[in-house]
């Protein structure tokens, strides 16, 4: 199970922190995406990290002002968000899979309930 958390409302040119969190099982070994979705959208895949996380990579939209991080340690994967703009408002969900590092929602294979962010 992912669980994802630290969403919320902020007012532009703000910052926030997602987090996703497994449970029962390791993340250690899955690559792990951060998504978003606006009501009546396909879902956008913002940012990607290895199992290592050495490697990542971001969608033009966000690049230089979001960054993808993971603590295996912690089981947990984290996006921090700065720079927040009204048109990054959507439901944020992380999903995880054993693929490769992609961007896109069909690699992913468990995902996370979402957590709001509305920027104003």
């Known amino acids: 199970q992912l669980v994802e958390s630290g969403g919320g409302s902020v007012q532009a040119g703000g910052s926030l922190r997602l987090s996703c969190a497994a449970s029962?099982?390791?993340?250690?070994?899955?690559?792990v995406g951060w998504f978003r979705q606006v009501p009546g959208q396909a879902h956008e895949g913002i940012a990607a990290?290895?199992?290592?996380?050495?490697?990542?990579i971001y969608a033009d939209s966000v690049k230089g002002r979001f960054t993808i991080s993971r603590d295996n340690a912690k089981n947990t994967v984290y996006l921090q968000m700065n720079s927040l703009k009204p048109e990054d408002t959507a439901m944020y969900y992380c999903?995880?899979?054993?693929?490769?590092?992609?961007?896109?929602?069909?690699?992913?294979?468990?995902w996370g309930q979402g957590t709001q962010v509305t920027v104003s």
């Open positions: 999903a995880a899979g054993l693929g490769s590092l992609t961007p896109l929602r069909d690699d992913y294979n468990y």
């Open positions: 029962g099982y390791s993340l250690s070994f899955n690559y």
């Open positions: 990290i290895r199992p290592g996380g050495a490697s990542t």
